[in-house]
């Protein structure tokens, strides 16, 4: 299998693309925890994090991943950067480039942002959060917890609830869910959820109940209050009401149902603490994945391991 220079959304990967990265975060899982399993099979990868908007999980686990793999890793803080004195993104990319960096991971509010830094620098990018369209590793690292407590997607039901509009972490699920076989409803108040995102091959309600209905896995969202152009719903204490999950909408889903926030998490808000903290949650253990998931990205880009499992560093 041809490995690709980025990884910019999950629209365009094949299920089969999909499935061997879920594969390859399984082999790289185990050296999360156990730091005598970590190697330097990246030593010749040098990585930068490019961060225009914040993140705790998704910037950490990269760079985590990055180093737990024995590759160079680099964050460029931007508020001290030369961004604040006007350099555009695509000078700031080949700024890096000259510098010998191999990967890039961005998070900009701007979707196509990754696209448009990929397009015009040798480095490979990843996608790291651009605007409302795609979160890539976040849907890969949910993939990869469903995959492990579900043991395949065919005919799962899966029910993403809250800000679906704004959410680029429910695209890329949307993308591959469908991709892998699973059945996606995509629920929340009308304001938040367009109908017009049926023809992803997924089912819209505004009824939380009939979402979570059989359901095997639950999802829910943060309210994307720095996307939202106007109000959306008259408070969050009334958004909470309607339609924050808690253990009384659980007889609703099938008794082994698993709960998963991509965080961070408005506690009481899109989910009670009760919940969060319960034995159904899985929230702890896709952070966990996320470090593997983004081993598995960096080696694919890498061309380590994806198709041979040889230590062939292939990237420009
Ligand atoms: C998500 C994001 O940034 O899109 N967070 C994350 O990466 N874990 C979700 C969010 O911010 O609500």
Do not use: C
């Amino acid at each position: 299998m041809q490995t690709k220079k980025d990884l910019l959304g999950i629209k365009n990967l094949t299920a089969e693309e999909i499935l061997m990265l879920l594969k390859m975060a399984k082999a790289e899982k185990p050296k999360v925890k156990n730091p005598m399993l970590r190697d330097d099979s990246l030593r010749q990868i040098s990585m930068a994090t490019l961060f225009y908007e914040n993140s705790t999980r998704t910037k950490l686990s990269f760079l985590l991943a990055g180093d737990y793999l024995g590759a160079i890793t680099n964050d460029l803080n931007i508020s001290t950067s030369s961004v604040a004195k006007g350099e555009t993104l695509i000078d700031t990319g080949l700024t890096l480039d000259s510098m010998g960096i191999n990967i890039i991971v961005i998070r900009h509010s701007m979707a196509g942002s990754a696209k448009l830094l990929a397009e015009n620098i040798s480095a490979a990018v990843v996608n790291g959060g651009d605007g409302s369209n795609e979160h890539p590793t976040q849907a890969l690292l949910d993939l990869f917890t469903i995959w492990e407590h579900k043991g395949s997607f065919d005919n799962l039901k899966i029910a993403i609830l809250g800000d679906i509009n704004n959410s680029r972490v429910a695209r890329s699920n949307v993308f591959g869910l469908t991709k892998l076989g699973a059945n996606v409803t995509l629920a929340g108040p009308a304001t938040l959820v367009s109908s017009n995102i049926a023809h992803l091959g997924v089912t819209i309600t505004n009824d939380i109940t009939k979402a979570i209905s059989d359901a095997d896995v639950i999802m829910g969202l943060r309210v994307q209050l720095e996307r939202q152009k106007a109000a959306y719903f008259p408070s969050l204490p009334e958004y909470a009401n309607f339609w924050g999950l808690n253990e009384s909408h659980l007889k609703y889903a099938k008794p082994d149902a698993i709960i998963m926030h991509p965080g961070p998490v408005n506690r009481g808000v899109e989910i009670s603490t009760n919940l969060i903290d319960g034995n159904r949650s899985v929230i702890y253990p896709q952070v966990e994945n996320g470090v593997a998931i983004r081993m598995a990205v960096l080696k694919y880009l890498s061309n380590v391991g994806a198709k041979t499992g040889e230590n062939v560093i292939k990237l420009l």
